[in-house]
């Protein structure tokens, strides 16, 4: 338990404890009773032809649905760090993407209140034919920055990257360290309510593998909620202070990092 | 996310940018493109049928290119439009954006290039004598219907080209058709009469003649014209905003 609370106290977690944890006002994601599901056919209906000969055939054939997440429910409070749990395929980015907003739930409902910084796919709106710079304020647009605010931030993007001269030149010539160094400078660069992250990202070499999760716990520190989803219980371990297990699109447990971490390992030992 | 106008316009802002320098990234000339394609064209349907309907058009460049104009950004903006969120699945996928922003900013990109095509048209009167009118401000009217027609018909051809591919196949001879129905390079004398009726229920026919009508023959365009286009317009506007708006959440599944 020594270390465990030697983490919490960098972590501030005492301070979290003097807000009234189960209050309304103080809830910053609430999921009730979520469900997704993706249409599978084995062969896709795409063109008209097809749907009108299958329409006509009566050979339409139930699309095949998969739930991926299957009534989940949970809330989470302003300042909690929570670590999703499960194995592949149990739904975990599937629930980020949700929280995200990139898909849309099949039913239920999901509440944010607050800034959201999803650090899901950290280069994806680059253009290659951009300079890094340009690259920067086309991001930061995607990730729903406005102009003045990326002026104001844009040297520290820069110096953060430590891009220094490259910040000129097109994406397309930049190593793939350089892009996620990049990425991560840019998606970072907004000061957020809740954190959504899908493993932590570590990138670069080691200098930068080391200032990019200083970077991510500097912004825990401030009282952020975390969202994080991990294969790595270490981390869970050192970061979150409650965790969700999910298996087959739906909640296991729930509960204190530790009960719910020791559990989920014990079960992965028996398979 | 995108709670903000200024978050919104600087998205918009951002989109259209790329637009522009992604479309003639490897070529020399760059965004002049756009003042030569349509100068270009122009020439190679003066050339040919300045014979043919030369006599009955006066000042053929300028007719020719006062309707063609019209038509490009109906035909490039709906376009744009249509294909913008198969064009982005791959963002879309993988981070939240509004989906109805890259239909908005694809047909934005499409009226600067609009925008930029009026100096040929301008060069185009100057060069060949025509006269300038004060009623030209009228056009302001016509191209407004304009923008909110392609906006409609963006808007519905961009959900039905997602689920259907075969849309984007269909419109494209549509588009053609379209183009041989709004009298762009011969005089709607030529068409029987019993035909003409068909070219006022078009409403890219409708914008072209009002356009001509304040710019090129210097008269108030017709009243009941620019009803018809507004009415049309506005009702197109109306199923798509819907339209998208029912659809929007699903798309990214059918992506």
Redesign the interface.
Known sequence: MGITDKIQGIFGKKEKNVLPANNKNNVAIEVDDLVME??VTKDKI????E?VIRTLKRNKKEKEKIRILDGISFKVYRGERVGILGFNGAGKSTLLRIL?????PTEGTIKING??A?L??IS??F?K??TGKNNI??NG????????Y?DSKYDEIVEFSELGEFINYPVKNYSKGMKSKLGFSVATAINPDILIIDEILAVGDIKFKKKSSEKIQSMMKDGVTVLLVSHSILQIKKICDKCIWIENGKIVMEGETKKVCDAYVKSSKKK | ????F??K???L???VK?DL??KY?DSVLGILWSFFNPLLIMLVFTAIFSMLFGRSIENYPVYFLSGRLIYDFYNAGTKGAMNSIKRNA????????PKYMFAVSSICYEFVNFLISFIILFGVMTITGASFHLTSIYAVIPIFLLVILIFGIGLILAVCNT?????GYLYNVFTLLLMYASALFYPIEIVPSSIQILFTLNPVYSAISCFRESVVYGVVPDFSTLLYLAAFAFTVFGIGIILFKIYE??L??EI
């Open positions: 993706f249409k795409d063109t008209l032809k749907y995200a907003g990139i898909y849309e800034k959201v999803p899901l796919e994806a709106g253009d034919n951009y304020y086309l647009a995607f990730l729903s920055m406005d102009e003045e990326l | 996310m995108f709670d903000t200024a978050e316009k600087f998205l802002k951002q989109l790329r320098t992604s990234k791959y963002l879309l996928k993988k981070i939240y954006v689920y259907f591919s075969d849309v959440k699903k990214v599944l």
